[in-house]
């Protein structure tokens, strides 16, 4: 007996014309969430930066955001789609981010506001990844609720795997979104709140950003193999999935990143 999908609207609130999604509100707790979030870390790790620069920053990620993550799904998973139609670029309603572009684009905003400003990139960078994982798990959230992006065909020794109203084949599935939400999200958040209680991980500049790229990567490679693959690429080389071939530049970025700041101290 599999779980039925709860039925949740994916529009949140209908103000006559206007439309307000889930989907949509989970940007905004994600980005309004991490922006206090990071503001409460910078105050108490006495950071070389102010609460205004923080403020003005939300501002960059959010353009990084939107813009990385939109142009990341296109160019990633379906560029001949939008090429084909290209007024469905605009169409953020229908979803289509990818956190790898997303990711491109908020450390594309990082670098450029960091060296006008002359703020410190990693140090800056380290806080700011310690916040990131407060976003992806409302974004994951969201994608429950949208009833998409969901997992493989599960087993019967699966009690919570769900059927999902979107999927043709009405099979008991892996809820592989709420499995993002607690690994990529939660599980990722709890642990660079840990690290970043240490001082001298702190001192050690480039560590929690190296440790963020280095979680999420594991993260996200191991909930591919729950997570069903998109039908428009299937499997690629080896077996392995998009979101495992775009990650695997991730972790070995972190743990670079890892090592040449523990030699640095």
């Known amino acids: 007996m599999a779980m039925q999908f709860p039925d949740i609207d994916p529009v949140a609130l209908r103000l006559g014309p206007v439309v307000i999604r ?7 707790a994600g980005l309004t969430g991490g922006w206090r979030y990071l ?9 070389k930066f102010t609460a205004l620069q923080i403020d003005d920053f939300l501002v960059w990620a959010t353009i990084g955001t939107v813009l990385g993550g939109r142009l990341g799904y296109i160019l990633f ?3 001949s789609f939008y090429l084909a139609d290209p007024l469905q670029i605009l169409q953020l309603w229908h979803g289509g981010m990818s956190f790898h572009g997303g990711a491109l684009g908020v450390i594309t905003a990082l670098i450029l506001y960091c060296r006008r400003y002359k703020i410190s990139i990693l140090e800056f960078g380290d806080l700011l990844c310690c916040v990131v994982p407060l976003g992806l798990f409302f974004g994951r959230v969201a994608n429950f609720i949208n009833g ?8 019967d020794s699966v009690p919570w795997a769900m059927v999902f109203p979107s999927d ?3 099979l008991p599935r892996h809820p592989s979104q709420l499995y993002e939400a607690g690994l990529e999200g939660l599980a990722l958040l709890a642990i660079l709140h840990l690290l970043w209680r240490s001082e001298a991980v702190r001192e050690r500049r480039g560590t929690l950003a190296g440790v963020f790229l280095l979680g999420y990567g594991i993260a996200r490679a191991v909930v591919e193999f729950f997570r069903q693959p998109d039908d ?5 080389w080896g077996g392995a999935t998009m979101g495992q071939l775009l990650s695997a530049p991730l972790m070995a970025a972190g743990l670079i990143m890892i090592v040449r700041a523990k030699r640095k101290a």
Do not use: H, N
């Open 148 to 155: 998409e992006l969901w997992g493989r065909v599960a087993d």
């Open 168 to 170: 043709p084949s009405q």
């Open 39 to 47: 503001r409460w870390l910078a105050a108490k790790s006495q950071a």
């Open 22 to 28: 889930w989907y949509a509100l989970s940007y905004i």
């Open 77 to 79: 998973y379906k560029p």
């Open 232 to 236: 428009f690429l299937g499997f690629l």
